[in-house]
């Protein structure tokens, strides 16, 4: 949302934007990954987007969760709404593709949370785009996102990260080939400091760090598109049916003030209304 409210602006496309940081998150301890049953899952996240189409009435959502993307066709509302509605997996696999065949010797790790890389969404899509299965590594990072919420730049969070890469590149062979780091998780690449630094203390050099968010922002502004006025007016929001604690959105608020001041002043007063959805 901060990167497609800096080049919104500046683009010119439209006069005024309104983006609405709707956060899908149903309860204080434990998102959907502590969920059970995938259809608790579909069923949860169906219910957070027909909260979000009631109160936002939006032109457009995008969902900029890598979790509930690969949800998203299976939910009733994505069957039945008129709304484009847009996931964030095409953008990531196509990122990943692109630097595949660009780079014929590497091969791709995907870091993700425990349902994406279940889900299996990417490497399916990779593989079905004539990459072949054995280019593609997968490593689910448990608790990840929550570590880098609340802390991006270092400690326990650094910890972790270094763990998952160790995890990932324990059977490749020696010497390794050129690697590719997918980011399938939106928070990942807050940390993306603390990924380089982890394959470089592992040997590995020259490691492409890909993270799909800015592919998504492309999405909203086509190249072809024309420019019509001088400035752009963006108005930012962020509505959570939940709290959020101030550590994490002073923590995330501080990275986002470097790229759309508008939508970090928008999370430091996040509007909590229990009845969301």
């Known amino acids: 949302m901060a990167e497609a409210a800096a080049r919104l602006e500046k683009a010119g496309i439209h006069k005024d934007v309104e983006l609405v940081f709707f956060n899908a998150l149903?309860?204080?301890?434990?998102g959907y990954n502590s969920l059970q049953t995938r259809e608790e899952k579909i069923k949860t996240f169906d219910a957070a987007l027909r909260?979000?189409?009631k109160a936002v009435q939006p032109d457009l959502i995008l969902v900029a969760c890598n979790t509930l993307s690969v949800l998203l066709p299976d939910t009733p509302f994505a069957r039945e709404t008129h709304i484009t509605v847009q996931g964030i997996v095409g953008s990531g696999v196509d990122l990943f593709w692109k630097a595949l065949v660009e780079n014929p010797e590497a091969k791709l790790i995907l870091f993700g949370t425990e349902t994406t890389i279940a889900e299996d969404s990417h490497r399916k899509a990779l593989v079905e785009a004539g990459i072949p299965a054995d280019r593609i590594i997968a490593q689910a990072c448990p608790e990840l996102q929550a570590y880098i919420e609340t802390d991006w730049r270092d400690g326990d969070t650094g910890l972790l990260i270094s763990a998952y890469v160790d995890e990932a590149t324990a059977g490749l062979p020696q010497p390794a080939p050129l690697l590719l780091a997918g980011l399938?998780?939106?928070?990942?690449?807050?940390?993306?400091?603390?990924?380089?630094?982890?394959f470089a203390e592992k040997g590995f050099t020259g490691v492409k760090i890909l993270d799909p968010n800015g592919e998504m922002a492309d999405w909203l502004?086509?190249?072809?598109?024309?420019?019509?006025?001088?400035?752009?007016?963006?108005s930012a929001r962020v509505l959570s049916k939940v709290a959020i604690p101030s550590a994490k959105?002073?923590?995330?608020?501080?990275?986002?003030?470097?790229?759309?001041?508008?939508v970090a002043a928008a999370l430091r007063s996040a509007e909590i209304n229990p009845s969301l959805f």
Do not use: M, N, Q
């Open 249 to 262: 959105r002073e923590s995330l608020a501080a990275w986002l003030e470097r790229v759309s001041p508008a």
């Open 51 to 53: 909260g979000l189409e």
């Open 26 to 30: 149903f309860a204080e301890e434990g």
């Open 184 to 198: 399938v998780c939106t928070h990942y690449g807050y940390a993306a400091d603390l990924w380089a630094g982890a």
């Open 221 to 234: 502004i086509p190249k072809s598109a024309e420019r019509r006025y001088e400035k752009t007016a963006i």
